[in-house]
T-cell receptor, first 110, second 113 residues
């Protein structure tokens, strides 16, 4: 049981490039979330999903897209990366009240 | 809208002393309250939660938290701090079982030997 895993662990992008972050969970959780963590800002919700095929916007959705084609995977896409998207990205999943987090992806946009 | 405030960016405590990390919240209904801990270069780990029932909640690693409805607070406590408790602590709230968590900005705890 791996829990929540994230791929890649670290990535450097140039402004304007695109990329996809992958989150996978093997706990059969319905709900999945993407957060970004910035110094002094805590964690802010980007997008979330309440089930396969559904997504919803969070607090800071601009510049990001998501897809939940399979229950166990939640993808976060950056179509045209900007330096303001330099951050650490965390994925989480939940079934009941508690959210369980992945180890994070550190993204640097130059 | 729900919100969480952690008034202290940094808390320093000597090893062996009691520690408190403060959290206050704002929700329109009954709160679901959580504490998470983050060690360097790691993800967030669940410590404890309050959903209903006893106002004193016990969690992992000897931590506990007290729910105070009148003061809208959920402070994290430990009777005797360890150097290994040094980490970033986040308080979080949600209004119902499966709405996304809203996090505070975090409090960095430093336990000095």
């Amino acid at each position: 049981n791996a829990g929540v895993t994230q791929t890649p662990k670290f990535r450097v992008l140039k402004t304007g490039q695109s990329m996809t972050l992958l989150c996978a969970q093997d706990m059969n959780h319905e709900y999945m979330y993407w957060y970004r963590q910035d110094p002094g800002m805590g964690l802010r919700l980007i997008h979330y999903s309440v089930g396969e095929g559904t997504t919803a916007k969070g607090e800071v959705p601009d510049g990001y897209n998501v897809s939940r084609l399979k229950k166990q995977n939640f993808l976060l896409g950056l179509e045209s990366a900007a330096p303001s998207q330099t951050s650490v990205y965390f994925c989480a999943s939940s079934y009941g009240e508690t959210q369980y987090f992945g180890p994070g992806t550190r993204l640097l946009v130059l | 809208a729900q919100s969480v405030a952690q008034p202290e960016d940094q808390v320093n405590v000597a090893e062996g002393n009691p520690l408190t990390v403060k959290c206050t919240y704002s929700v329109s209904g009954n709160p679901y309250l959580f504490w998470y801990v983050q060690y360097p270069n790691r993800g967030l780990q669940f410590l404890l939660k309050y959903i209903t029932g006893d106002n004193l909640v016990k969690g992992s690693y000897g931590f506990e938290a007290e729910f105070n409805k009148s003061q809208t607070s959920f402070h994290l406590k430990k009777p005797s701090a360890l150097v290994s408790d040094s980490a970033l602590y986040f308080c979080a709230v949600r209004e119902s079982g499966n709405t996304p968590l809203v996090f505070g900005k975090g409090t960095r705890l430093s336990v000095i030997a």
